[in-house]
């Protein structure tokens, strides 16, 4: 067969955006497996998400009285509204349920699901199931940790906002009332700010070995380095979930449609960027390293 152009060497490298698709478009079998695989492996957390977590979330925010009040504006009889409120309680779970999936990650499955995301990434080769493996059994030791943290912040976060918005509900238009308000919407931007701490959590996990603390103390100190970006990706990723419970009318095929190719589309952006970020620090780093010995090298001449 006739060889074909080939790739010019001296073509310029890919960045940013334009990588981003030129990954996705030349690894999607890939990308869309190992989602999926990150997705049917995490199926038992993600039962106790649907279950659990999902009940803190929507007491915490009091979207108990909000469902009952659309399920009667929706139907007629007794019947139709026990129906109604049935079906807006089972997306509204579903919708919570891939939320924190997708933003905080699965603990130990989200390890070896970063650094496959990494190798793609940065154009190295890796093994889906032996080199995953071989990154579970890693970082199993910090990845547990994280994920029980997760859950404690979740339900804690919940409850703390609960229970303040039921106190600011008594002082209104009091001085309390406003205290209690800054407190609690205070409560909910650390809980954001803790979930965009994910982005770099888990590459951090499989890039630097460093103690838990250093874990936690390094992807809060590059969440708030790259802040804006930061919000820019979880308003776009959170935006475009919510659109997709919103228009599609069976909550089960927007869950199986996240699965299939929605976690290409709207987790993978989040490691791709972190990932990028990584790089480019862990380069910066080399070369004050290689700046710092050729000083000490003419001294020392």
């Known amino acids: 067969m006739k060889e074909g152009p080939g790739v010019d060497k001296n073509a310029p490298k890919k960045k940013g955006f334009f990588l981003f698709w030129d990954i996705v ?6 990308l869309m497996g190992t989602n999926m695989l990150h997705f049917v492996t995490s199926l038992l957390y993600l039962a106790f998400v649907y279950v659990f977590l999902s009940s803190f979330v929507i007491s915490g925010l009091g979207m108990e009285s909000a469902i009952e009040s659309a399920s009667k504006l929706a139907a007629a009889d007794a019947e139709s509204v026990a129906a109604v409120e049935q079906l807006l309680y089972f997306t509204l779970r579903s919708f919570i349920t891939v939320l924190i999936f997708n933003f905080f990650g ?4 989200s390890a070896p699901y970063a650094y496959i995301m990494r190798c793609y990434t940065r154009g190295d080769h890796a093994w889906i199931f032996s080199d995953g493996w071989d990154k579970f059994k890693e970082n199993l030791k910090q ?3 994280v994920l029980i943290i997760d859950i404690v912040v979740i339900i804690l976060g919940m409850n703390a906002f609960s229970f303040y918005s039921a106190f600011a509900q008594q002082y209104i238009g009091t001085a309390a009332g406003t205290f209690l308000d800054i407190i609690r919407y205070f409560t909910m931007v650390i809980m954001i ?3 965009m701490m994910h982005i770099y959590i888990y590459q951090i996990m499989v890039t630097y070995k460093c103690t838990f603390g250093e874990l936690l103390k390094s992807s809060a ?3 708030l380095a790259k802040l804006p ?3 820019l990706l979880t308003f776009i990723t959170g935006a475009v979930i919510t659109l997709m419970f919103v228009f599609i009318p069976n909550p089960m095929i927007s869950v199986v449609l996240y699965a299939a190719v929605g976690g290409m589309l709207l987790r993978y952006p989040l490691e791709f960027y972190a990932s990028r970020v990584i790089e480019k620090n862990i380069k910066a780093v080399k070369k004050a390293k290689e700046k710092n010995e050729a000083k000490i090298t003419y001294i020392e001449e």
């Open 221 to 223: 100190m590059m969440m």
């Open 229 to 231: 970006m930061n919000l």
């Open 143 to 145: 990845s547990i940790p």
């Open 193 to 195: 700010l803790y979930m």
């Open 25 to 30: 478009f030349r690894k999607f079998t890939k």
């Open 106 to 109: 699965s603990g130990p499955v």
